[in-house]
Structure formats: C-alpha cells, structure tokens
Nanobody
Framework: QVQLVESGGGLVQAGGSLRLSCAASGVYVMGWFRQAPGKEREFVAAISRYGGNTNYANSVKERFTISKDNAKITVYLQMNNLKPEDTAVYYC?????????????????WGQGTQVTVSS
C-alpha cells in the first residue's frame, strides 16, 4: 500500500510563499491537485518518476515549482506570489506507471490533503 503524507500548508498573505511536501513510500509519477470549497478537484502540477519532466496548470505557471528528492522519496510544491484564489485543500497523488497525466482519474493513490489559505 502506497502512503502519501502531505505537510506545509497554512495561512499566508497574498504575495507570500509556502512550500508543500509530500513524503511517499516509493518512487512514482507524482502530482499535486487542489480543491476549493464548492469546486471540483483540479490539477496543479506533476513531475515524472525521476524528475526529468514537469507539467503545470496555466493558473500556476511561473509561480509554482514542483520538484522531487528521490533519495528522500519526497515531492515538493514551492508556491510563490500566492493569490487568494489559490486557497484550497492541496492533495498529493501518485501514479504507479507511465507518463505524467493531468487528470484526477489517472492517479492511483492520494494523500489526506493540507489546507492552504491565502488572505487578501
């Protein structure tokens, strides 16, 4: 059973930064998704199994960076210039096989989520 444990969420003012971490129990394609109240869970970013490829949602490009440390089996999401519309619960997800995908259905395992709140 794959375990994913997120950390690093919190409250920050608009324009600030946060770094989310997700500790996994193996090396996988990893993704970050987010879900705001009353909205569908949406793709944020993903990184390939060994970190060579990344993909970002248009809404976070140039502000968020996904990276991974395979020695620590941890994936990070560095979030800069945060906006109130970034407020959501952020979920880490893992995909056992294949390439990066941006759909929720493409991931096999999910973390419990961590709250990010950006005040204006």
């Amino acid at each position: 059973q794959v375990q994913l444990v997120e950390s690093g969420g919190g409250l920050v003012q608009a324009g600030g930064s946060l770094r989310l971490s997700c500790a996994a129990s193996g090396v996988y394609v990893m993704g970050w998704f987010r879900q705001a109240p009353g909205k569908e869970r949406e793709f944020v970013a993903a990184i390939s199994r060994y970190g060579g490829n990344t993909n970002y949602a248009n809404s976070v490009k140039e502000r968020f960076t996904i990276s991974k440390d395979n020695a620590k089996i941890t994936v990070y999401l560095q979030m800069n210039n945060l906006k109130p519309e970034d407020t959501a619960v952020y979920y880490c997800a893992a995909k056992r096989l294949g390439a990066i995908v941006t759909t929720r259905a493409g991931y096999d395992y999910w973390g419990q989520g961590t709250q990010v709140t950006v005040s204006s």
